[in-house]
Structure formats: C-alpha cells, structure tokens
C-alpha cells in the first residue's frame, strides 16, 4: 500500500467538524478559529519501546497517541477542537492503520475532535500527533499560578500505569491474590491504565476559572509537582499516604512500593492542580458532575521544592521524582 493509499483510508473514517473549513487532502487544512478565543496547542509523540511496550495493540497504541495530548489541552483547561496526526511506519500494513484508528478514531469522536491533517513516512515505529483546543482570553490554566495557601489537589488514581507495566516487565506481586482469576483481572485493570488512560477533558475546562496552576501527571507526580513549585516560585508539600491509590493496584503491591509507583511512576494522566482553600466545594461539585474522583493531597507554601510527608508527620524520601528521558 502506498502513501496515498494510506492517506485515503484515513479520510475516509475521519468526522469533520462546521469550523474545519478544509481538512485532509490538502497542504494545509484550514480552520475557522472562533471568534475572541485564544488558540491552545500540544504535541506529543510515542516511540515504541519508549512510550509503549513493544507488542502493544494498535487500537490501544492509536487511543493513548490521542489521549496524552487531549490531557495536556485538559491541563490549560482548555477545549479539544482539532489534531493532527504524523505516523511513521515500518510496513505500510492496511490491517494495523485500520485497528490503530479504531482507537484513535473512537477517543477522537468521543471528543468530538476532528482529524485535520499529517503525514505518513517510512521508520520505526513512532506516532507523533498534534493537538489544538480553544479558551477564552485569560481563562487558560497554567503551571506558573499556585500561590502560597492554596490546596493541592488531583484527579482519578495514581501509579496504576507504572505497575501495569511493572507487571508487564515481570515484576512479581507482593499481595497474594485470591485465585488466578483475580490475579489476572487485577493485572489487567492496571494493564488498562497504562493503554488506554482517560484525558480529563471535562474537569480541565471546568477548573479553568477555579485553579490557581494546573498540570497533566505525565512523567510522574513529583516530578509533574515540582514543575508547579518551580514555574510558581512556591513550595508545595504532600501526604505520600493521602494518594488516591485503585483497588487493583492494593491487591498488587505492598505499601512501600504503591507509594513509590503513586508518587513517581508517571503515565497517569491525571489533573494535579492548586486551587485556594475557599473554592473546595465548588471544586468537588464540579468533579461530582463530571464523575471523577478528586483527592486533596497537600499544600502550597513560601519557599522552592516538594516535600513529602507520611501521614504520622515523618518525611518520605522518594528514590526518585520520576520518569527521564536520557537517563
Ligand atoms: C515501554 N514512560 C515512558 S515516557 C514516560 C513514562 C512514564 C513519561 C511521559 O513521556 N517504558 C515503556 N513504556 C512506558 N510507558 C514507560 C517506559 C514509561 P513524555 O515525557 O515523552 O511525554
């Protein structure tokens, strides 16, 4: 199958939208910004090996190339509107674009976000995708607002990711499970995690106006939180044991290694933002509305760096903040 083959397929799947004025098939697709927003745009790639075990499924490969940049418009509380898409491919194999759309396409139309654009080109294996999302002037979330007081607070689980690929590694259980069943329903639910991650497109365009600073835990919390601190010129400290953990990853870990894997192992995509104290409530309305789960795990203090706690007060020495590139 040639390039243009390859390009013709994916036109045909793609939905378009009233504000893609010319889409796919063109240079350049065109695009009908509204009017008085300001334009927010992302881009991340994924290499196999590096970004997702190799033997990943497409269709799982094609939702998260989608799903970690829809949570970084998430994080600027911004909303999805259009990507694009730049696929290198070892083989031009019908079979495997046809499934890594199935998952791409389907987080995409969840969206409602169109698929304007790209390119496909011969190499290893490695997608590269294009987000952009619209906010109103001076609404966006960004990581340089926390200010001193402000509670800490994040979204969903932590560390399910990092132990599904633990587990993938060969990493052995320290929790003895009740039978091999659950064994292997607990390894698949963390294994989920690590495919398929849930951007939190909603709770990001609610916090727009809430949040103080925002950020996507992406290379790990730590990690993710002294970026904040850094960008906001403030000290940020948390309860290691106030980290939402799942139930599947209790049932896998003991609690020493799920506090590192929460605190550092990154790939969550979840939201980690500071907000003053006095807007809690309607924070936790808004998480109510759109089903997600919020934990408050610290606070905002004068000074630089992250501290961790233990909930009896004594400080936690992470091995490490989290994930690096080049390390
Ligand atoms: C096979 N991992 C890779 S990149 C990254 C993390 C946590 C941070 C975010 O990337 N090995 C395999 N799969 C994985 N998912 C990891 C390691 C972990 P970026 O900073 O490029 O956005």
């Known amino acids: 199958m040639a390039e243009f083959d390859l390009i013709e397929r994916i036109r045909a799947r793609v939905a378009t939208r009233a504000d893609v004025v010319l889409g796919i098939g063109d240079d350049a697709a065109l695009l009908q910004v509204p009017a008085g927003m300001q334009l927010v745009v992302a881009m991340d790639t994924l290499n196999a090996g590096v970004h997702f075990p190799e033997g990943t499924a497409p269709a799982d490969i094609g939702w998260k190339a989608l799903a970690v940049n829809l949570s970084d418009l998430a994080a600027m509380g911004a909303a999805p509107a259009w990507c694009t898409l730049s696929l290198s491919l070892p083989q031009p194999d019908a079979r495997w674009v046809d499934a ?38 001076g609404r966006a979330v960004r990581r340089d607002g926390a200010r001193i007081g402000d509670d ?22 320290d929790v003895e499970a009740a039978d091999a069943a659950s064994r292997a329903a607990h390894d698949t639910a963390l294994r989920m995690r690590l495919d398929r991650p849930t951007p939190r497109v909603a ?18 919390l730590l990690a993710d939180l002294a970026h904040i601190a850094r960008a906001s010129g403030a000290a940020i400290e948390i309860d290691v044991d106030a980290l939402p953990a799942s139930d599947p990853l209790h049932a896998t870990f003991a609690r020493e290694r799920c506090r590192v894997l929460q605190a550092t192992g990154g790939d969550d995509y ?14 936790e309305r808004a998480a109510a509305d759109c089903a997600v789960r919020l934990t408050r795990i610290g606070r905002v203090h004068a ?8 909930n009896d007060g004594a400080p936690w020495a992470a091995p490490r903040a989290g994930y690096v590139h080049f390390a």
């Open 203 to 220: 709770l990001g365009g609610a916090l727009a106006g809430l949040a103080h600073a925002c950020i996507d835990v992406s290379d790990g």
């Open 303 to 310: 000074g630089s760096g992250v501290r961790v706690r233990c």
């Open 270 to 283: 979840e939201l980690c933002f500071t907000a003053p104290p006095r807007h809690a409530a309607e924070i």
């Open 100 to 137: 890594f759309l199935d998952g791409f396409l389907a987080l995409a139309d969840a969206h409602r976000v169109a698929l304007i654009g790209g390119d496909t080109t011969r190499g290893p294996l490695s997608i590269c995708v294009t987000a952009h999302g619209v906010v109103e002037p």
């Open 152 to 173: 800490v607070w994040v979204s969903g689980t932590l560390g399910d990711a990092a132990a599904g690929l633990a587990r993938w590694r060969g990493d052995a259980p």
